[in-house]
């Protein structure tokens, strides 16, 4: 009768463990989904769009995460794709782009319940983080490189649209050329949008025939027209957002590092880790490691040279070089 009643008592006490076990099984099981609404120019941009991709698939390999996308042009507005993710029950909707902040902000404030994440543009709406970067900090070594190796003075600047995120990429990039070379000319010109890489040749090659030896585009794939026109020149160009020297491996001496992708994942190991985003608003520059300079090439430095890109770089970094007034 006692061997009965402990035995049955026994099974009820593993029901109970079995139980449980199930329920931290479950909890512990949820996978994170994450959405991402793609810049306008949209995958195969080889820049800003393809690092927020990256940054998602190196979450999902290693955070074992899910995610969806969508572009532009599957879906006319950024508002109808932004919806179709939140409804798709991601956990995070990021929106990339500042170009995006105006159809985010609507959605944002239709599902007060979701979180959403801002790359390029700053909301104060409550459910919405952002992340901005300090672009001009690199542009400023890259301008610094062409003004001291330039042979003809003259300097180009490709602009995708004419907004406010794109001036401080001229300004730092111009700002850098004046550091090194104070007599340099500095042809400027915005093309008018980011995913027309035609039009960036034709631009780089109007610059290049008023004997510009280096040209640098902050304008996407328009500005991947500007990299592969510099190339058949003969001159040199620099890279934006990621490492671009694989697009022309004869023109592109450094790329201005945006990293974007490691941004989007340490926001979303974040998330993984403790189930909330701890700062409301990010902004990222040379001693945050939000931007940088890729490996110089095709050129070379003397050991002057690289000692004052170093030092300017030291100074941007604590302070005492300040860019932006």
Do not use: W
């Not at 820049?47 to 979450?59: C, I, V």
């Not at 995006?100 to 979180?115: G, N, R, V």
Request: hydrophobic share 40%; glycine share 8%; charged share 25%.
């Amino acid at each position: 009768m006692k061997n009965s009643i402990v035995i049955g008592l026994l099974f009820i006490f593993l029901l109970v463990i079995s139980g449980c076990a199930e329920k931290d099984t479950t909890s512990e099981s949820h996978q994170l989904k994450v959405g991402i609404m793609l810049s306008d120019a949209g995958l195969g941009d080889q820049s800003f769009s393809d690092l927020g991709f990256q940054g998602l698939e190196k979450a999902r390999d290693e955070l074992n995460i899910s995610f969806d996308y969508r572009e532009i042009d599957d879906t006319d507005t950024y508002a109808k794709g932004l919806e179709e993710l939140v409804k798709s029950d991601n956990d995070l909707i990021i929106g990339l782009g500042f170009a995006i902040q105006e159809d985010l902000e609507t959605i944002a404030k239709k599902y007060p319940e979701e979180s959403f994440l801002l790359i390029d543009a700053q909301s104060e709406l409550p459910n919405v983080y952002n992340v901005t970067f300090k672009e001009e900090e690199a542009s400023f070594l890259l301008g610094a490189i062409a003004g001291m190796k330039t042979k003809s003075n003259v300097i180009g600047f490709v602009g995708g649209e004419d907004v406010p995120l794109i001036h401080k990429f001229e300004k730092g990039f111009t700002a850098g050329v004046k550091s090194e070379n104070p007599n340099a000319v500095i042809l400027s010109k915005y093309a008018g949008e980011f995913g027309n890489d035609k039009l960036g040749e034709s631009i780089a090659a109007e610059m290049i025939s008023a004997k510009a030896d280096f040209i640098y585009p902050a304008a996407g794939f328009t500005g991947v027209g500007v990299i592969n026109e510099s190339q058949r020149s003969g001159t040199y160009s620099f890279g934006v957002d990621s490492d671009q020297f694989y697009l022309a491996e004869k023109a592109v001496v450094s790329s201005m590092l945006k990293q974007v992708d490691v941004a989007i994942f340490n926001t979303v190991l974040e998330l993984v880790e403790t189930n909330k985003i701890s700062k409301k608003d990010q902004l990222l520059g040379i001693k945050e490691n939000g931007v940088s300079i890729a490996p110089i090439r095709v050129i070379n430095l003397s050991t002057a040279e690289q000692n004052r890109l170093a030092k300017l770089q030291e100074d941007i970094a604590n302070g005492s070089i300040k860019i932006l007034q």
